[in-house]
T-cell receptor, first 111, second 117 residues
Framework: DAKTTQPPSMDCAEGRAANLPCNHS???????VYWYRQIHSQGPQYIIHGLKNNETNEMASLIITEDRKSSTLILPHATLRDTAVYYC????????????FGKGITLSVRP | GAVVSQHPSRVICKSGTSVKIECRSL??????MFWYRQFPKKSLMLMATSNEGSKATYEQGVEKDKFLINHASLTLSTLTVTSAHPEDSSFYICSARHPQGTNEKLFFGSGTQLSVL
């Protein structure tokens, strides 16, 4: 699986958009980019995933660069409850797929 | 959404004893479950993949005789930490894969904080 690089932390003001970057320059053609988050002392939660096209769901938007070497997770209106560690995970999907978590980025949403 | 229940949420035990952690998928049958451990301020580390009806597949460096995994039914996987020592103190998290999907349908339990005295 591809390695990822994320800044260790960032913060944003409540109500503003949070843009979380991820570099995955060694991603292979059949790897999807998955984003999960982990709120303190809880299990991770799926957010969104994509292969090439930008994706949007009720939680977030995912922007993947054309060369697929990086992506950005966008939380359009961050709330205090979005404070968590966010993980970007390139992974091949399928029956034998398994997630390998990196260090992630700690997002702190301030009032 | 689908729910994965993990029990107990917290356990304190004496060194040398064994501790069993349960992971249940409450509203779906999971042929595959995963076990992770997480040390304070560190990321999750995959320990093993648990497949219903067969032996678990352990990641490199994880002692299979130390961490016994049983996936006897489609809704239950258990992790037993045998002869626990203080260095086994950690946050253990399970996850279960919904049969109608892949990683977007991977649901995590709320974790078990194990403290070995």
């Amino acid at each position: 699986d591809a390695k990822t690089t994320q800044p260790p932390s960032m913060d944003c003001a409540e109500g503003r958009a949070a843009n979380l970057p991820c570099n995955h320059s060694t991603i292979s053609g059949n790897e999807y980019v998955y984003w999960y988050r982990q709120i303190h002392s809880q299990g991770p939660q799926y957010i969104i995933h994509g292969l090439k096209n930008n994706e949007t769901n009720e939680m977030a938007s995912l922007i993947i660069t054309e060369d697929r070497k990086s992506s950005t997770l966008i939380l359009p209106h961050a709330t205090l409850r979005d404070t968590a560690v966010y993980y970007c995970i390139p992974v091949v999907t399928g029956a034998n797929s398994k997630l390998t978590f990196g260090k992630g980025i700690t997002l702190s949403v301030r009032p | 959404g689908a729910v994965v229940s993990q029990h107990p949420s917290r356990v304190i035990c004496k060194s040398g004893t064994s501790v069993k952690i349960e992971c249940r998928s409450l509203d779906f049958q999971a042929t595959t479950m995963f076990w992770y451990r997480q040390f304070p301020k560190k990321s999750l580390m995959l320990m093993a993949t648990s497949n219903e009806g067969s032996k678990a597949t352990y990641e490199q460096g994880v002692e299979k005789d130390k961490f016994l995994i049983n996936h006897a039914s489609l809704t239950l996987s258990t992790l037993t930490v045998t002869s626990a020592h203080p260095e086994d103190s950690s946050f253990y998290i399970c996850s279960a894969r919904h049969p109608q999907g892949t990683n977007e349908k991977l649901f995590f339990g709320s974790g078990t904080q194990l403290s070995v005295l």
